[in-house]
């Protein structure tokens, strides 16, 4: 829940600043997967809601938040999401992580010490 919290301010600011998207608009930012048209809003919300699992195994989610009924997010929310997830799949992009969330970040650091303690232990 912290990393919404995080998360809200920066998304809020991009979208007051006139760069905000309903899902419809940012389905249309890319093209279908098979096809022509654009990718679906119900696609836009799943990465929203669950996410894309990355190589680690941890789920990045689009920047979104919801105001009254509707969900909005902005194109550095997209931006965020695309360059996470490219970096994510091994590839050799140039892309990097802007920012990584606090819940991935405690993760990284829990495996770290778990990982040293064990080679203190000599395994």
């Known amino acids: 829940m912290a990393d919404a919290v995080e998360v809200v301010p920066q998304v809020l600011a991009e979208i007051q600043g006139g760069d905000g998207l309903g899902l419809a608009a ?66 050799n992009s140039t892309a990097t992580i802007a920012h990584a969330s606090a819940a991935t970040v405690r993760k990284k650091k829990s495996l770290d010490q778990t990982l040293s303690s064990l080679k203190r232990m000599g395994a």
């Open 26 to 91: 940012a389905g249309r930012l890319f093209p279908a997967h098979r096809g022509n048209g654009s990718v679906d809003p119900s696609t836009v919300f799943r990465w929203i809601v669950k996410g894309v699992k990355s190589v680690s195994g941890v789920p990045v989610k689009l920047e979104a938040v919801r105001v009254g009924g509707r969900w909005l997010t902005s194109r550095g929310a997209i931006a965020r999401f695309v360059a996470a997830t490219t970096a994510t799949t091994g590839t």
